[in-house]
């Protein structure tokens, strides 16, 4: 039985139906359908269909990154990074990959910096300089090769087809390749790929074939890795470097490597909330911000009120100040993150707060009693986002669960496509803190934990999740694009969830907002009461000057029923949860 449940702001599909054994297929049993989300719903069939040829929810989350390379070119991607948090139901084990980009070897501390010691955001940026190395590639085939069911070319084939037999494209393609069009074609093989001959642009219902990608995917189908970090690719990669001054090279492709993480956990009332650890920010400081307010009874405050609302700013505020100082690779910095998920330290921070007024976070530092620079030393290399990131949540029938976002960084990432190969290279590089005290691209500042070195990956706001119930069984998995913004929408759903038990649906669609330190001001989206805007300027807060997106997160959900519930947020056009058929 398929159950489709419409809001205003979400698309949410149920699915719980009798399921053939993949192993047996003519002996049915019993149990929960999977489900997949994710920002585009062609790429989430895709993974339903793996889910329906006997694959597990890894193989789905694959599928589907692949899937997005060719469906969502402005995020979804070959030549980026990400996270991904991966529940495995039999061994009631949760594992965190860390697949995020590293910096070329010729990288250097300095490399954005002008000659009179100003950032140069140009190249850090929009240039081919702004390229790190890609970790998309590599990190979907470790979970593959270690987690997976089916085999590779099985869970690639369908990404190929899809490049080489053409997409349709729909509202989201083409707009934002028109409303990117002007830097997109500055770049000949960009233009080459993402343009009809003479720079006209493709309309609605228009078919995109992407010949090279497929290529380039047919290479990483039959040869794994080294379809990608070496042979062709490797070779069109690099070119492209030479060719345009970057800085990748096939040492740097060749040695770069996954790193299995341990998740970052803490326990919120009743469940365990599991998320990325560093060098993601956003799992560290998402549980921060939950210890802080875990002690406020908010529901009897009422959801988005003034009252509950500026609980929320003053927590991000003080999360965000430690974002400044405390969090880079955990591989060349000793990120202090017990301390800073530390119970006790939240309830420091919560004590500072006044209930009736808004604080200033020119007078909100960095709280813990360690000087960052200090951090540094003794850390040894360990072995030699974006607003257009996009998130994708899985769940199989066996109750394996995956978790993963990904990101070019910036819209079409640099904008410079690989010629021959057929993806877009990201601009990563300016997450990282090309000056200490300067933002980056989504207004975040850094400082020495998060400077450029070789080999080093920058911090991220990606903030893959999953919830558990008091018996230890995954409840809720979710993550979202939106640069900055990542980890407080993550934050509101699960609280509208947990705290005000709102279905999937409406706790995906509830207005949100944001606070990062600095710039300080409130961030809100439409739909949040002008009386609670009007409250919330009285008690000393400044508001965004209107109201603007945040987020779209991409939730599957296991109701008290058993049913699994796949919401896929609608801020964003052509998003969907598909149900294993």
């Known amino acids: 039985m398929l159950i489709v449940f419409g809001a205003t702001h979400s698309t949410v599909l149920a699915a719980e139906s009798a399921i053939i054994d993949p192993q047996s297929r003519s002996h049915p049993v019993h149990g929960r359908l999977g489900m997949v989300v994710s920002q585009e719903i062609v790429a989430s069939q895709v993974g339903a269909d793996i889910l329906s040829l006997g694959g597990n929810a890894i193989d789905a989350a694959v599928a589907t990154g692949f899937a997005l390379a060719v469906t969502l070119p402005r995020a979804g991607n070959l030549a980026g990074g990400g996270f991904m948090l991966v529940h495995l139901a039999d061994e009631n084990k949760t594992i965190a990959l860390d697949y995020r980009e590293m910096a070329p070897s010729m990288a250097s501390r300095d490399m954005f910096l002008k000659p009179n010691g100003e950032v140069d955001n140009q190249l850090a940026r929009n240039s081919i300089k702004s390229s790190g190395v890609p970790g998309t590639v590599a990190?979907?085939?470790?979970?593959?090769?270690?987690?997976?069911?089916?085999?590779?070319?099985?869970?690639?084939?369908?990404?190929?087809?899809?490049?080489?037999?053409?997409?349709?494209?729909?509202?989201?393609?083409?707009?934002?390749?028109?409303?990117?069009?002007?830097?997109?074609?500055?770049?000949?093989?960009?233009?080459?790929?993402?343009?009809?001959?003479?720079?006209?642009?493709?309309?609605?219902?228009?078919?995109?074939?992407?010949?090279?990608?497929?290529?380039?995917?047919?290479?990483?189908?039959?040869?794994?890795?080294?379809?990608?970090?070496?042979?062709?690719?490797?070779?069109?990669?690099?070119?492209?470097?030479?060719?345009?001054?970057?800085?990748?090279?096939?040492?740097?492709?060749?040695?770069?490597?996954?790193?299995?993480?341990?998740?970052?956990?803490v326990d919120f009332k009743k469940n365990e909330i599991c998320s990325m650890p560093p060098p993601s920010s956003g799992g560290i400081h998402l549980l921060q911000m939950l210890n802080i307010l875990e002690k406020w009874d908010l529901q009897s405050l009422g959801h988005n009120s003034a009252a509950y609302i500026h609980r929320l700013v003053e927590s991000m505020r003080r999360a965000y100040a430690d974002r400044s100082a405390y969090l880079g690779d955990p591989d060349f910095y000793a990120v202090p993150v017990k301390q800073i998920i530390d119970k006790r330290y939240a309830k420091k921070l919560r004590r500072q707060i006044n209930l009736k007024q808004a604080g200033s976070s020119s007078n909100v530092s960095p709280g813990l009693p360690i000087d960052p620079k200090t951090l540094v030393k003794g850390v040894k290399k360990a072995g030699a986002e974006s607003i257009e990131t996009t998130h994708i949540s899985t769940w199989d029938q066996w109750g394996n669960v995956v978790s993963t976002t990904t990101t070019l960084n910036f819209s079409f990432g640099s904008g410079i496509a690989v010629s021959g190969a057929g993806f877009l290279l990201n601009n990563e590089m300016d997450d990282f803190s090309a000056k200490p005290g300067s933002p980056n691209g989504y207004g975040l500042i850094g400082g020495v934990a998060n400077e450029i070195q070789p080999g080093k990956r920058p911090l991220s706001a990606m903030t893959?999740?999953?919830?558990?119930?008091?018996?230890?069984?995954?409840?809720?998995?979710?993550?979202?694009?939106?640069?900055?913004?990542?980890?407080?929408?993550?934050?509101?759903?699960?609280?509208?969830?947990?705290?005000?038990?709102?279905?999937?649906?409406?706790?995906t669609a509830a207005p949100r907002v944001h606070h990062q330190w600095l710039p300080d001001r409130i961030g809100y989206e439409p739909g949040i009461s002008p009386d609670t805007l009007s409250l919330l300027k009285e008690m000393g807060h400044s508001l965004d000057d209107k109201s603007r997106i945040l987020g779209a997160t991409q939730t599957v959900h296991r109701g008290p029923n058993g049913s699994t519930m796949g919401a896929s947020d609608t801020r964003r056009d052509g998003a969907g949860a598909v149900p294993q058929g």
Do not use: W
């Open 464 to 507: 893959p999740t999953i919830v558990f119930d008091q018996k230890g069984a995954p409840i809720l998995a979710t993550g979202s694009p939106g640069g900055s913004t990542i980890i407080t929408a993550v934050l509101q759903v699960l609280l509208n969830v947990l705290e005000f038990n709102m279905g999937i649906a409406d706790a």
């Open 139 to 265: 990190g979907l085939l470790y979970a593959h090769e270690k987690y997976g069911r089916l085999t590779l070319k099985q869970v690639i084939q369908p990404a190929i087809n899809l490049a080489a037999e053409g997409i349709r494209v729909n509202v989201d393609l083409s707009y934002s390749l028109k409303s990117r069009g002007k830097r997109l074609m500055k770049n000949p093989a960009t233009s080459s790929y993402f343009f009809k001959d003479g720079g006209s642009f493709y309309e609605l219902d228009d078919i995109l074939v992407q010949s090279d990608l497929a290529d380039t995917m047919r290479r990483i189908a039959a040869n794994g890795r080294s379809g990608f970090y070496q042979g062709k690719t490797a070779q069109l990669i690099v070119d492209e470097m030479e060719r345009s001054g970057g800085l990748i090279s096939f040492d740097d492709l060749e040695n770069y490597r996954v790193v299995e993480r341990a998740p970052v956990c």
